[in-house]
């Protein structure tokens, strides 16, 4: 098998008392998506902020393209190839999308302007912005230059997105990335997964839209209780077995226990 | 009736755009140009002390009004970078007036020369909102709770190390050096006055276009989201501090020059009256939103009311009114402007 773009083992982070992630393995591979489910408070979120570098794991390990790597910032994360979509957004609301996909990787521009002056290359960037949001095929975004809080929520969403997959070299996390997006919306951003993963890069996405990861993941890590109750792929089990892992009712162990005595499918 | 139901939107595309009302258009010119109405007030308050009283356009009296603005309008400069990160500067008044008595006496008492007197006293400006901005970044205390202490703290050191002394500088040194006057046609400019503009060029330019003015403003408008957006908000916010204070140090220089001396009570109002002209600039108390050319023009407004009602005739205490007035009609415009779903 190919080696693991990203490798997480034993990962543990705690808020005071409330245990977020009580051990938890991740394995994403390159040219695959992997999908994160779970019920609300199941510790997704925190699982993908400690991959991140927005927030420091208690414990654990992990391993970027073979190299251990612990990141103390969401740039350092950044730096080393894995782009975020988080579930607030982190967008800033009062600069406008070109600045917003440029934020904290701005272009100065050449010469003395910017090695000096440090002046900014704004026009390059809007051209490089647009390019972007173009190539994603993100019609939503007409306007460059608007200042992202008088964008929709589906529109801002559609800003954290084109930023993550412009910039994302190895892998490129989405954390509920069509929570606020229309049927059609949606359909794009999960065009836009399977483009990332054509490009070659890892993809964990994280959605309580059952068909939407049926549809678009290879493999769906099932969170309960900030611990993994397992890895099952969509052929495997189907939604219904899923969302009762999810929630407890039944284990992935007793689901594979009553395939094999009914091999029906 | 089937006319209407055609030009209803019917597409989420259309529905996504945000429709074109005038009240709609005027609120978004707002958001985009956050100094423009003051500008405006700024405007029709000069046109109409004009046409009251025709001394007040006189270039003679126009540079009294730009001499009167000198010491708010830089320290201005600073106060708008604090209130940018959502913060607030209420040390800012008494650390001026603390870094104006330690260059005139060093230079008065100790016969220090003039611009070293002058590097010490803007070096203690800097530690001052060093120490501001490590209370507020490292121990995550409320900057308004630490630049209230801190307050009380530099206006007390001000009044142990004065000992109640004025000083009065003889004019030609390097510390009186702000004063000096430019002719430039019947306007007269100070040294003092052409600081402050260079201050608020060169500031207008790092918060436009360098990143660290953009990380400011993300800083200030959300900083759980600059930080997951990769801005180290951290360095951010203390480096608003340390600049502030570079430009409370400069601002010294200035008062020195204005009042040709220092006093340990002259800062008395510097805090607010700071406050009140980034305020009516049009800045947001919650961060993040503003220009520094709205601090400018904040501070003009306050002074063109000062002297354009005296020349009008008008008991002062008017002008203390209309200043209150104009500052809860800036903060309900900015109150207005950051709704956006209107
Ligand atoms: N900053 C924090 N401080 C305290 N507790 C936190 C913090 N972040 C998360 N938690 C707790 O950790 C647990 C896991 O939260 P997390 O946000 O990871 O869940 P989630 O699976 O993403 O849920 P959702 O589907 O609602 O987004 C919850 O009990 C939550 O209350
Ligand atoms: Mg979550």
């Known amino acids: ?43 997704k979120s925190t699982l993908i902020k400690c991959l991140s570098g927005a927030l420091r794991p208690d414990a654990g390990e992990m391993v970027l393209d073979g190299t251990p790597v612990s990141f103390s910032s969401t740039q350092e994360a950044r730096d080393a190839g894995i782009e975020t979509v988080y579930q607030t957004l982190a967008v800033a609301p009062a600069l406008d999308i070109a600045s917003n996909l440029f934020l904290a990787r701005e272009v100065r521009r050449r010469g003395i302007l910017g090695t000096v002056f440090r002046m900014l290359d704004t026009s390059g960037m809007r051209k490089q912005a647009k390019q972007h949001i173009d190539d994603l095929g993100i019609s939503t975004l007409q306007n460059i230059n608007q200042a992202v809080e008088t964008l929709s929520g589906g529109q801002r969403q559609a800003v954290a997105v084109a930023r993550a997959a412009a910039f994302g070299g190895k ?18 951003v999960l065009k836009l997964v399977r483009d990332l993963r054509a490009r070659g890069l890892g993809v964990i996405l994280i959605s309580h839209n059952m068909p939407n990861v049926f549809e678009v993941a290879d ?13 099952i792929t969509p052929t495997s089990h189907t939604p219904a077995e899923a969302v009762a892992i999810m929630t407890g009712a039944t284990t992935i162990d007793q689901v594979r226990d009553a395939h094999q005595t009914t091999p029906t499918g | 009736m089937s006319t209407d139901i055609l030009d209803a939107p019917g597409t989420a595309e259309e529905l996504l755009q945000p429709r074109n009302t005038p009240g709609r258009r ?37 540079s009294i009004v730009l001499q009167q603005a000198a010491v708010v309008g830089s320290l201005a400069v600073g106060q708008t970078l604090i209130i940018l990160t959502a913060g607030i500067d209420l040390s800012i008044g008494a650390v001026v007036v603390l870094a104006t008595l330690v260059m005139a006496k060093l230079a008065h008492d100790s016969g220090v020369p003039g611009f070293l007197a002058f590097l010490i006293g803007f070096l203690i400006a800097v530690l001052a909102a060093l120490l501001n901005g490590w209370l507020v970044t490292r121990l995550k205390l ?10 009380s703290i530099f206006t007390a050191l001000t009044l142990i190390y004065a000992q109640g002394q004025t000083l009065t500088l003889d004019p030609g040194g390097f510390l009186t050096f702000t004063g000096t006057t430019i002719a430039v046609g019947r306007f007269h400019l100070t040294v003092g006055v052409l600081l402050m503009l260079v201050l608020y060029l060169g500031f207008a330019y790092a918060l436009r276009q360098t990143a660290w003015g953009r990380h400011l403003y993300a800083t200030g408008d959300d900083p759980e989201a600059a930080r997951l957006a990769g801005i180290r908000t951290g360095r951010v916010l203390l480096s608003a501090y340390v600049v502030a204070g570079a430009v409370v140090g400069i601002s010294a220089w200035i008062l020195l020059g204005r009042i040709q001396g220092a006093d340990p009570n002259a800062g008395i109002n510097l805090n607010l009256e700071s406050i009140t002209a980034v305020v009516i600039g049009g800045t947001s108390l919650f961060g993040g939103r503003g220009a520094v050319v709205g601090s400018l023009i904040g501070a003009l407004i306050v002074q063109v009311f000062d002297n354009g009602l005296a020349l009008v005739g008008v008991d002062p205490n008017y002008q203390v009114l209309a200043v209150g007035v104009l500052v809860i009609a800036a903060v309900a415009a900015d109150q207005w402007i950051r709704s956006v779903k209107s």
Request: a neutral charge; proline letters at 7%.
């Open chain 1, 1 to 43: 098998m190919t080696q693991a773009v990203l490798e997480a083992r034993g990962l543990v982070k705690t808020f005071g008392h409330v245990v977020g992630l009580a051990g938890v393995d991740l394995t994403l591979y390159p040219g695959e998506v992997l999908a994160i489910i779970g019920d609300n408070g199941a510790g």
């Open chain 1, 171 to 188: 892998v490129v996390i989405l954390d509920e990335p069509t929570a606020a997006l229309g049927v059609r919306e949606s359909g794009q």
């Open chain 1, 219 to 231: 493999r769906i890590q099932i969170q309960r209780l900030g611990r993994s109750a397992g890895v």
């Open chain 2, 26 to 62: 005027v609120h978004d010119l707002l958001h985009r140009l956050p100094a423009l109405s003051p500008l405006i007030v700024l405007v029709v308050a000069a046109i109409v002390f004009g046409i009251a009283n025709p001394r007040f356009a006189a270039p003679e009296n126009l």
């Open chain 2, 142 to 151: 409320p900057p308004f709770i630490v630049t209230l202490g801190t307050l």
